[in-house]
């Protein structure tokens, strides 16, 4: 378990190197080499107290340990000098291991501060391990600055979101265990660590963890990646690591390898011009993420277990027919679970914007002997869901866990509390495969079993609309085309259901244009670009194309009840777009599909109060926040 303090050394190592090494993966590579560097002199240090030999530092390599390195007789230059030719040389030094070669190899000191290095050093000689899995854990941490890696669609995955699914997949310590996009090995080191936690009563014998060693097996295509992964699981313990730089979808080196476990979070993104993959995978597809998914069923052993995470394309995408060929198959023979993480957990580069994810689980024993498939909706992940990602009280992780697990042992949802029928429901396949796109938007599935318990008429969007209708384009020959009394709103402005535009048109710029003005209570709702966000025009206005308007009938619905029911059910009117260049909800569809229960105008301004109620003191509190951080500027 990682302390504060190591944490604190971690930070202020990296802190010292900030000034001279902005990078933060070459910060990971000084301190990486610091560490090792460190560890094998502690490591002969050991020896050496128990009456045995040293083994790294020795011979003509002793000049370059550790101990000499931190000779207080050394001058700050001096100290500079016998650094850097140690690391440069370190990769010849044949009596480290061959792994340990390897990482120093190419190594060098990229600036020429006696002082920054020699306070990073006397930094990282406050270290001390009495295991090499507690350098392990610190190496982990460390690895965690290297944030998002966005532009090869990786993104680190959070440790509590690879820690969930490890759980909820419960590897053994007799099974296979794979990733196929390994990274830095975190699905590897976790499942290793839950396997000794669960064999605490009767703890592992060294045959048991020797063959451990070799089932633990990691694939990934980037050299770095590779390195980082395999320092990571020999400082947890693994002295022959399981590691390979493998093109997972264009090698076929080793398709004929199967696991009984495998835990991936694969890359997102697809190189431009698509993917070249070998024949033999099922699903013909160009897209990395299709790919993956694809690789993972098709190695799992015969009863094989699984859990990814995977971008929202595979849920609902059908622009492409690999998408929906993808999800006939996971629906009919693997998938067990959809978990649907809150849209945050991925923070894109630099922390702009995010990018909405699911963890599907499979098992091949259990699709057999079940016809359905449990969804579960996780709003919150025990972190804040901005870019700081700060801790809160709230998370559904652990309820979730408890829900898979209840599933695990019935398949059904008799033993679900109301609190957790909240969270989860249990869908037959045959109905996730009637519309024949196979949507994993669990959201889709819950109206029915909303309705089903209501007691109040389940209605059509169009039984209580006047109309719905595209936004159009002002005409652009009018000399007043801005300037007027129009509200003009275009996609960017609807932010949850406040307008904010500063542009107003004329009635002349509308005049003989496919403009459209929407009186005031009208709904205006994306359809277009970020579906799903929903508005009320307070003053009467027009929008352009990719932005509708829904008349609403107010003898039958408040404007306001209408605009909390489409903000509640934003998934599922995501879940119902089409097209190939660009998504879209046709209104039509939208109209027609969208059903909910209607209670009595009485009923409906009563609800509308609650929320609105409670919408102000979250406000409030935002507000607090807000003058609070602005505040800490000055501590």
């Known amino acids: 378990m990682l302390n504060q303090e190591t944490k604190r050394k971690i930070d202020s190592a990296r802190q010292i190197l900030v000034g001279k090494v902005p990078d933060p993966k070459q910060q990971v590579d000084q301190i990486t080499n610091a560490l090792i ?46 650094y850097t030719q140690s690391i440069a040389n370190m ?7 061959q792994l340990f070669r390897d990482i120093f190899k190419g190594a060098f000191l990229p600036y020429n501060d006696p002082r920054t290095l020699s306070l990073f050093l006397k930094e990282i000689n406050e270290f001390t391990y009495d295991h090499s899995e507690d350098l392990g854990d610190a190496f982990e941490y460390l ?43 975190g699905f ?23 063959k451990l060693a070799k089932n633990l097996v990691g694939y990934d295509i980037s050299p770095d990646m590779v390195r980082l992964a395999q320092v990571n699981m020999y400082l947890h313990g693994f002295l022959n690591p399981e590691i390979h730089e493998y093109d997972t979808l264009s090698s076929e080196n080793r398709w004929e390898e199967n696991f009984d476990v495998i835990l991936a979070n694969p890359p997102f993104m697809t190189p431009k011009g698509g993917i070249e993959p070998h024949a033999k995978f099922s699903i013909r597809a160009r897209r990395a993420e299709v790919l993956f998914v694809d690789y993972i069923i098709e190695h799992l052993n015969i009863d094989g277990k699984a859990g990814v995470i995977v971008p929202e394309g595979i849920i609902f995408n059908n622009n492409n027919k690999a998408y929906i060929n993808l999800r006939k198959k996971l629906v009919e023979n693997y998938l067990i679970a959809v978990i649907s993480l809150p849209q945050g957990v991925f923070l894109k580069p630099g922390g702009k914007g995010n990018v909405k994810t699911s963890v599907l689980f499979f098992d091949k024993s259990l699709t057999k002997r079940t016809k359905n498939i449990l969804f579960v909706k996780i ?5 804040h869901l901005g870019a700081q990602r700060r801790p809160i009280d709230k998370n559904d992780l652990p309820v979730a866990l408890e829900i898979i697990k209840k599933y695990r042992e019935t398949l059904s ?42 007691k109040w008429p389940i209605v059509k969007l169009s039984d209580v609309i006047i109309d719905i209708k ?42 003989n244009s496919s403009a459209k003005v929407w009186p005031i209570g009208s709904i205006i709702i994306s359809l277009g670009a970020t579906i799903g966000n929903v508005g009320i025009a307070r003053v009467p206005t027009a929008t352009k194309q990719g932005l509708s308007g829904i008349i609403v009938n107010i003898d039958k619905i408040l404007p306001e009840f209408l605009l909390y029911i489409l903000k ?68």
């Open 37 to 82: 560097y460190k560890f094998m002199d502690d490591m002969d240090k050991e020896n050496e107290e128990v009456g045995l030999k040293a083994q790294f530092f020795i011979d003509d390599w002793k000049k370059f340990s550790w101990t000499e390195l931190l000779n207080n007789k050394l001058s700050g230059q001096e100290r500079l000098d016998l």
């Open 91 to 97: 990769s010849k030094n044949p009596h480290i291991p």
């Open 143 to 185: 690895l965690s600055v290297l944030g998002s890696q966005g532009e090869a669609g990786q993104f680190r995955t959070p440790r509590h979101i690879i820690d969930f699914i490890v759980e909820a997949v419960d590897p053994k310590k007799n099974e296979t265990i794979m990733d196929p996009a390994c990274g830095t090995a």
């Open 188 to 210: 590897l080191i976790s499942a290793y660590k839950h396997i000794l936690k669960t064999n605490q009563d009767q703890p592992l014998t060294p045959n048991e963890k020797s």
């Open 379 to 383: 709003n919150n992940d025990g972190f």
């Open 413 to 454: 949802d008799e033993n679900f509390t109301e609190a957790e029928k909240e969270m989860a429901q249990v869908v037959a396949r045959e109905k996730i495969a009637e519309s024949g796109d196979y949507n994993l938007t669990g959201e889709r599935y819950r109206e029915a079993f909303d309705h089903l318990e209501s």
């Open 470 to 511: 595209d936004g159009g384009t002002p005409s652009r020959k009018k000399t007043e085309y801005f300037g007027g009394d129009i509200c003009w709103c275009v996609v960017k402005d609807i932010k949850s259901e406040i307008f904010d535009t500063t542009e107003k048109l004329t009635e002349l710029g509308l005049e």
């Open 568 to 635: 509640n059910k934003k998934e599922y009117i995501q879940s119902l777009a089409t097209g190939v260049t660009i998504k879209e909800v046709r209104p039509s569809k939208l109209k027609e599909l969208f059903t909910f229960p209607l209670p009595p105008l009485s009923v409906q301004k009563e609800i509308v109060k609650k929320i609105e109620v409670k919408q102000k003191a979250i406000d409030s509190a935002k507000e607090v926040i807000r003058n609070l951080e602005r505040e800490s500027v000055f501590w």
